[in-house]
C-alpha cells in the first residue's frame, strides 16, 4: 500500500515537469510558413510579364506542348498542341493553389490541360476510365522551383509538368499562331510512300513517325552499323521539339523548327539547327532487317495467337483502301483481318473475322502456301486454295490479290507486338499488324 | 484497505488533478492563419455571381463547380473537373426542369427546407470495373453530386442532338436529381407500408443490374434499378412519371408486351403493379405534402420538352 502511494508521488511528480514551452526551430508557425510558400508560388506564377512555356509527360508516357499565362485573380489561359484549334485558340480557365499534404496547384476547372487526364477515351484515345494517365493538381516541391523553371508532379498519375519562363517573342509567336503551324507536321501522314529521309550534317536518317503515342524514330547507318535513336516529342511556338535531345557526335538537334507543308507537292519541310531541308521518300529502308519476314513469322506460332489488322491495307495515301469497314457476312459486321501462320499443315490462313453471338467468327478465308523468305529480307506469298465460300469481288478479294503481290514485302518491326507489312514494289501499299 | 488510506488516496488523487490543472496550456494561437481554413477562396467571377444570384439567394442551395478531390467518394477514380462553359445552361435547366415545377406547385417554404444544399459537379463520369459508368451520387439529402455534366446539352447549345443529348441529360442530371429529392422526401415522411406489398417477393435486390429496363417493365417495375429495393422503387416510379409525363409513362404501361416473366408476372400484373404505385405516389403527394402530383407532373413534363 504504502508503495503504491509512493509511486503515485512519483508519477505527480512527472506531471510537474511538465513544462509548456514551444521551441520552434522555425521563426514563424507552420501555417505562417505554409501560406508564405502558397503566395510565393502564385507570384511566381502570375508576375511572369510573359507566361510559361509548359510541358506535360502523362503517364503514358507520351509528351505534349503548352502555353500557359497565370493572371493573380485565379485565370489562367492556355494553348496546347493536342489538336489544331486547341494551339491556335486560346482557352481559359481557373487555378488555384491548395495546401494538401504538399502545396499544390490546381488546375480547378476544365481547360485544355484536362484533356489528357480526361477517363472518356473519346476524349484523347486512352482506355475508359484513365484516359491518357495524366493529372491536373500538382504537388510543388522547393527544391524544384527556381526562377525561370518548375517542375511539377501530379497527384493521381505522377505525371509531371514542368515551366520554363516565356520569352515575349515566344508569347507573341503563340498568339500568333505558331504552335498551330507547327503541326503542320502530322502532315507527313499523307506521305503516299512507307520511307521518309532527312539529310543533315552530310548523314541521311530514315523518319518514322507515330503520331498517336507522339513517337519519332531516327535511324541512320554509322559505317555499316545500324543505329537508331526513339523519343517522344511535343511541339513548342517554334516547331516539333524531342523531348530527349538527339546527340550524334559533335551534332545535338533538338527539332525541327519553321515546318512548312507543300499541299501540291506532298512535301514536308523542316529547319535543323537553322539548315532547311526537305523530308524525302525512298522505296526501300535504309537498312533492310533481313531476319524480320521469319520472326514476324514465328512470333504468334509459340504463343497460339495471330496477326490482326484491323483496317487492312493503306494503298497510295488511302487508309482502309479496299473499304473493310463495311464489310459484313450473313449480316455480321467485319471486325478485324487475320493472318494465322501455320493454321493447317503447310499452309497459313488470310481472313476476316466476323462479330457472331458475341465472339469473332471465321466464315471463309484464302489458305496461303507457307511463305517464301527471300535471302535479301523480303516475304513473298503464294496461295494455296481457300476455304469456304470467298467472294470472288469486294473487299476480301482485293485485300488477297493485293497479299499475293509478287514481289512481296519487307517488315518492319514498330514495337515489341506490331509490325508494318510493307510492298517491295513501289513501297506505297503496307498493311500494319498486332497481336494481343 | 483502512479508511485512512482511502483519505490518502483521496488527496493524492486531488494533488495529481491539481498538478494537472496547472499544466496550463497556452493560447491555441493565430488560427485565422491555417491555410484553406473556412473553405478554398479565389477571386469571384461571373459564374460565382450568378450561382449567388440564382441558386443560393433563392433556394439556399451552394454549388461546387471547381474541383474538390475530396467531395467525391472514391479518390482512386479518375475525374475531370466541370467545364465553366457549362455551368451556367446546366443549372438553368436544372432550375427549369426540377426546381421551378416544385416551388410552383409546393411553395418556396416547402422547397427551401427540403431541397439538397450543395451540388457538386464533375465534367466526366465515373467508370467502374464492371463497365457501368455512374452519373451521380447522393449524401444524406444534403449533397448531391453530379457527374458527366461537361457533355450535358439542351435544345440550343451548339452541336445539341435531340436522339442522343435528351437521353444523356435525363439520365445523369434530372433522373439522379428527381431520384434523390425523392429520397428526401420519402425519409422525412415515410410513404405508406402498402406500398411495399404491391410487388412483394418480385424484387430483383442487388441482382437488379444483370436486367434490363423492358424486362423490370414486365415485372411490374419503372426500371431495372427500381426492382432493387422498396426505396427505390419508389423513388424510381416518381423520376421516371415526372421526366417522361402523364402520357409518357401511360405508353410504357401500356407497351408491356403479353406473357409471362420468369418472375411469373402477366402483363395484366405488371401493369396492375405499375397503376397501384403510381395511385400511391399521388395520394402520398397529396396526404403528405399537400402537392398535386398530376400538376406538378405536368409542368416538369413541359419544361423538359421546352428544353429537348
Known sequence: MRKSILYFLLLSAGFWSCENKDESVFEKTTDERLNEALGAYEKQLSEAAYGWNAVVYPGNESSYGFYMKFDDKNRVSMYSDFTETSAKTPKESSYRLKAMQTPTLIFDTYGYMHLLADPDGGVNGGNDGDGLLSDFEFAIYPDSVTTDRIVFVGRKNQSKLILTRATQAQQTAFNGGGQAAGLAFNNISKYQVYFKRLTFNGVTYEIAVNQVDRIIKLTWLDGTTVRTFTTTYYYDSEGLVFAKPFVNGSNTINGFNKITWDESRTQLSVSVNGTTSVIGTAIRPLSIDRAAPRAWWNAPQATGGEWRSVSGFHVNGVDDAFGLKTLTSDSFPYVVYLYIPAYGSGYDLFAPAFFEDGGLSLHYGDAVRTPNFTSDGRIIFSMAGTLGDVPKTGPVAQMSAQLYESSGYYLIQTSEKTYDMVSVKDAKSWISWFRI | ?308
Not at chain 2, 32 to 42: A, K, S, T
Not at chain 2, 92 to 99: F, R
Request: overall charge negative; proline content about 4%.
Open chain 2, 1 to 308: 484497505m483502512n479508511k485512512l488510506s482511502g483519505l490518502l488516496f483521496s488527496s493524492i488523487f486531488l494533488l495529481c488533478s491539481v498538478v494537472l490543472v496547472s499544466c496550463k496550456e497556452d493560447e491555441i494561437g493565430d488560427v485565422e492563419n491555417i491555410p484553406g481554413l473556412g473553405g478554398d477562396e479565389w477571386v469571384k467571377g461571373p459564374i460565382d455571381d450568378w450561382i449567388f444570384s440564382n441558386m443560393t439567394t433563392p433556394y439556399n442551395i451552394s454549388v461546387k463547380y471547381k474541383w474538390d478531390q475530396f467531395e467525391f467518394d472514391n479518390v482512386l477514380k479518375t475525374l475531370v473537373p466541370a467545364d465553366e462553359a457549362q455551368v451556367i445552361p446546366l443549372l438553368s435547366s436544372i432550375d427549369k426542369g426540377w426546381a421551378k415545377p416544385y416551388v410552383e406547385e409546393a411553395g418556396k417554404v416547402f422547397f427551401n427546407k427540403y431541397s439538397p444544399k450543395l451540388f457538386v459537379l464533375s465534367g466526366s463520369v465515373e467508370y467502374n470495373l464492371d463497365g457501368s459508368v455512374t452519373g451521380g451520387q447522393a449524401e444524406g439529402g444534403r449533397k448531391i453530386v453530379m457527374m458527366g455534366i461537361n457533355r450535358f446539352k439542351v435544345k440550343g447549345m451548339p452541336g445539341y442532338k435531340a436522339e442522343t443529348d435528351s437521353l444523356y441529360a435525363k439520365f445523369f442530371v434530372f433522373h439522379v436529381i428527381q431520384h434523390e429529392f425523392g429520397h428526401i422526401l420519402h425519409q422525412n415522411k415515410n410513404y405508406p407500408q402498402e406500398y411495399k406489398t404491391i410487388s412483394a417477393g418480385k424484387y430483383y435486390g442487388a441482382n437488379w443490374i444483370n436486367y434490363r429496363d423492358e424486362d423490370a417493365l414486365r415485372d411490374g417495375f419503372v426500371t431495372a434499378y427500381s426492382a432493387s429495393n422498396f426505396d427505390d422503387d419508389f423513388v424510381e416510379m416518381i423520376a421516371v412519371m415526372l421526366m417522361e409525363g402523364k402520357d409518357g409513362f401511360d405508353k410504357m404501361v401500356n407497351a408491356i408486351p403479353p406473357g409471362t416473366t420468369a418472375k411469373g408476372t402477366t402483363r395484366e400484373q405488371a401493369q396492375s403493379a405499375l397503376r397501384q404505385k403510381e395511385a400511391m405516389i399521388v395520394a402520398y403527394y397529396k396526404n403528405s405534402w399537400n402537392i398535386d402530383f398530376y400538376a406538378l407532373q405536368k409542368k416538369t413534363r413541359a419544361a423538359m420538352v421546352s428544353m429537348f
